[in-house]
Structure formats: structure tokens, C-alpha cells
């Protein structure tokens, strides 16, 4: 089963697990799912009491009946976790490597960049295979007063709040990030921002911003996965950014027409030759050979 990630993600998973349900009733051996862009897999880690939906979709899909899954560069690897059957989380980083190196022509002047820090092993793995330098973005926009009183901060923190007589909570203090800074040299070269997804453009369209103050001349930004939500092409059309590279992981042609400036890389070549090998019963570990652990 081929899952196609549209707009309404709902709507598409209800019908993959009917699909999958109506094979597993009429006896199907196998059901493997290819699902290039695993839906809330951003929700995939437990924020303060929240629930973790990644999971409960994995659940659904193993009760629908599918049997084995074919993704590519989920949000977090350890979502492989959260299965009861074999998943194949398949890497687009040898694709957007190769459009770097045929696409770019002084890519050698370039430096891989990460957003934010936690994005930094991703752009570690590009650069030591490029043989680029590396940089890292950290901190964030100091918040205005608008953004004090939007209830982000609430509830206050009150030393005479009424508690449990002998139960003394410690005084939670607010969590506050440094200024935006760049952690590396990237005035007069090329600035190559790596991420697995690009959703909301507005971390990227800031992270340009800054790039270019440091002197970068030219800014690309590449990811697997380009959702380019809500206004995510003028955002893009007006920004600092030269090119965003995306994979047709998921559709985004009309997005496309909106904005010139979005590239698309082909992934289809290694999804096919997945199944192809799934089906033989061939050795998947052709697919990872020039993958690193941190990619």
C-alpha cells in the first residue's frame, strides 16, 4: 500500500487502514505499507503530560494488519521503536549530497549550517561527507511584551501560593535561551541550512536572516520532508533564502507555482528498489551503505 501524504492527513490514514484491513480479511501473506513521510511523527516524545500519537498510529496500523512498513528519515529513529513489525526508515541524504555537489557549482565554498543545536549532528554527518565546515545557530529572538502576556508564561509564579501543609515545591523559574548567535564562520561563503522537515518557514526564514548579517552570499536550505504549510512560499519568496531543496516525499506542486524558489529532489529510485527487495527477499543493507549513524 502506497500512502500519500495530502492535506488532510486524517483522511488518508483512515483510508490506509481500511485498505490494510479489508487485505488482512481477505488473507494477504504481507502488507507492507510505503509511507515516505510518516504523519505525527513529530509527536513522538512525551511534552510535560501530553500524549504520544506516534505511537497510537503505530498501534492502529499494526491492528489494521500491516505487516511491514517502508519510511523515510522519520523525525526521530527511535519511533522504529514504537512498531511491533520491521520498519524500514530509509535515508534521502545521498539524494540532497548528490544535488549539492552537481547543483551548487563552488559548493566548496560552502559551510553546512544547523538551526538549532539539536539539529547539529544531522548537519555534522553532511559536512564531514562534504568536507565542508560546520556552523550551528543558537539562542533565540529576545521575546517583546506581546509575547510576555499571551499566557505562554502563565501561571505566575507565587511564592505564597497555597500547597499541602509540608509539601514545599521548589520555585520553578521560567525557562529563558540566549540572544541568536553563530557558532562558526560563514561570512563570504555559502550557507547550507540542513533539517529532516520543513514545515513552518519562520525558524528558517530568521536563521537566513542571521546568515546573512554574518556575510553569507548565497543561503540554501534542504530537507527530506517539505510540508510548506500556511505561507510557507511568500514567506519564502520574500526571505534571504536562494533555493529550498525538498524531496517528493510529500506532494507540494502547487506550492511549486507559488514560489520558484522551492527545488525538488526524486526520491521514487530508492522506494522502489525497497519494495523490489522486500519482495525477493533480498538484503536491505545495499540501501544504508554510505549512511552514517547520525544522518
Do not use: W
Not at 29 to 41: D, L
Not at 104 to 126: C, E, H, L, M, T
Not at 198 to 210: K, N, P, Q, R, T
Not at 260 to 282: F, M, Q, Y
Amino acid at each position: 500500500i502506497v500512502f500519500k501524504s495530502p492535506r488532510d492527513v486524517n483522511t488518508a490514514v483512515m483510508e490506509l487502514l481500511i485498505m490494510a484491513y479489508a487485505l488482512k480479511t481477505s488473507c494477504a501473506r504481507n502488507i507492507i505499507g510505503v509511507i515516505p513521510y510518516f504523519p505525527y511523527s513529530k509527536q513522538s516524545k512525551m511534552r510535560k503530560r501530553g500524549s504520544i500519537v506516534c505511537k497510537l498510529l503505530a498501534s492502529m496500523l499494526a491492528k489494521a494488519g500491516l505487516t511491514h512498513i517502508i519510511t523515510m528519515d522519520l523525525h526521530q529513529k527511535e519511533i522504529q521503536g514504537f512498531f511491533s513489525f520491521p520498519v524500514d526508515n530509509l535515508r534521502a541524504s545521498p539524494f540532497l549530497l548528490q544535488y549539492i555537489q552537481e547543483e551548487i557549482p563552488d559548493y566548496r565554498n560552502a559551510v553546512i549550517v544547523a538551526k538549532s543545536p539539536g539539529a547539529a549532528k544531522r548537519a555534522q554527518s553532511y559536512a564531514e561527507r562534504l568536507r565542508l565546515g560546520l556552523a550551528v545557530i543558537h539562542g533565540e529572538a529576545q521575546c517583546t511584551e506581546q509575547d510576555m502576556d499571551d499566557g505562554r508564561h502563565s501561571p505566575p509564579m507565587l511564592k505564597n501560593a497555597t500547597v499541602h501543609p509540608g509539601l514545599e515545591l521548589p520555585l520553578m523559574m521560567a525557562k529563558e535561551k540566549p540572544p541568536i548567535t553563530v557558532v562558526g564562520d560563514v561570512g563570504g561563503r555559502i550557507a547550507i541550512i540542513v533539517d529532516d522537515i520543513i514545515d513552518d518557514v519562520e525558524s528558517f526564514v530568521a536563521a537566513a536572516e542571521i546568515l546573512k548579517e554574518r556575510g553569507a552570499y548565497k543561503i540554501f536550505v534542504m530537507a527530506t520532508h517539505g510540508l510548506l504549510s500556511a505561507d510557507a512560499p511568500r514567506l519564502i519568496e520574500e526571505s534571504s533564502i536562494d533555493e529550498v531543496v525538498v524531496t517528493n516525499t510529500v506532494p507540494h506542486e502547487v506550492q511549486k507555482l507559488q514560489c520558484p524558489k522551492i527545488k525538488t529532489v526524486d526520491i521514487s529510485l530508492i522506494l522502489s528498489e525497497a519494495i523490489r527487495r522486500i519482495h525477493n527477499g533480498e538484503s536491505m543493507a545495499y540501501l544504508f551503505r554510505n549512511i552514517t549513524v547520525d544522518d
